[in-house]
């Protein structure tokens, strides 16, 4: 079945760029949206934004601005960038496949494990 | 402040049955489908509840979901400590803001 697996630098530095990568075996990446979802130690879950297969994007507003989600099909995988961060940004991050035939019927059905990153100077 | 309000907390005993709430609005929850997630302590999130009221495979029929108007409900029955998590619920935003939205999660403590 599909799995996802979250990669990249688990420490980043006040103001620098966050940038992870999500990379999903066992399926293909096309004909689905790819979400990044984070949660704050202690925390609830916040959607950071998804990316569809051919590249169109949608972010959540609070993050507008500093989020990049980018889509490479050739390597099955999908990344995040998100820049000037803050310790506000300290989090596990989750990429997860969303699912369903439009935004209205969408929910996540494959998860991957979570990577913690904690921007520290 | 989430978009969605669940109560912070429940609990109940085991064998016995809970209900968490999710309350939205009509450009959310009024409007589109709502799905509920399990988090067990240190893991990732898991899919309980699609499309309001549809189960994955897998997931056992002691966990169900509804909705009505612009609030979701997850009832749980039969608890078993194995159910102590938290759970989280969901749905697309469709205002001016277009944006996927969680609530803030509630803790189920099975006593």
């Known amino acids: 079945q599909v799995q996802l697996q979250e990669s990249g630098p688990g420490l980043v530095k006040p103001s620098e760029t966050l940038s992870l990568t999500c990379t999903v075996s066992?399926?293909?990446?096309?004909?689905?949206?790819w979400s990044w979802i984070r949660q704050p130690p202690g925390k609830g879950l916040e959607w950071i934004g998804y990316?569809?297969?051919?590249?169109?994007?949608n972010y959540n507003p609070s993050l507008k601005g500093r989020v990049t989600i980018s889509v490479d099909t050739s390597k099955n995988q999908f990344s995040l960038k998100l820049t000037s961060v803050t310790a506000a940004d300290t989090a596990v991050y989750y990429c997860?496949?969303?699912?369903?035939?439009?935004?209205?019927?969408?929910?996540?059905?494959?998860w991957g494990k979570g990577t913690t990153v904690t921007v520290s100077s | 402040q989430s978009v969605l309000t669940q109560p912070p907390s429940v609990s109940a005993a085991p064998g016995q049955k809970v209900t968490i709430s999710c309350s939205g609005s009509?450009?959310?929850?009024?409007?589109?489908?709502v799905s509920w997630y399990q988090q067990l302590p240190g893991t990732a999130p898991k899919l309980l509840i699609y499309?309001?009221?549809k189960r994955p495979s897998g997931i056992p029929d002691r966990f169900s979901g509804s909705k009505s108007g612009t609030s979701a409900t997850l009832g749980i029955t039969g608890l078993q400590t194995g159910d102590e998590a938290d759970y989280y619920c969901?749905?697309?935003?469709?205002?001016?803001?277009?944006?996927?939205?969680f609530g803030g999660g509630t803790k189920l403590a099975v006593l």
């Open positions: 009509s450009s959310n929850i009024g409007d589109n489908y």
């Open positions: 969901g749905t697309w935003d469709s205002s001016l803001s277009a944006a996927w939205v």
């Open positions: 990316i569809y297969y051919s590249g169109s994007t």
């Open positions: 499309e309001n009221n």
């Open positions: 066992g399926g293909s990446i096309s004909s689905y949206h």
């Open positions: 997860a496949r969303q699912v369903g035939p439009s935004s209205r019927y969408h929910y996540m059905n494959v």
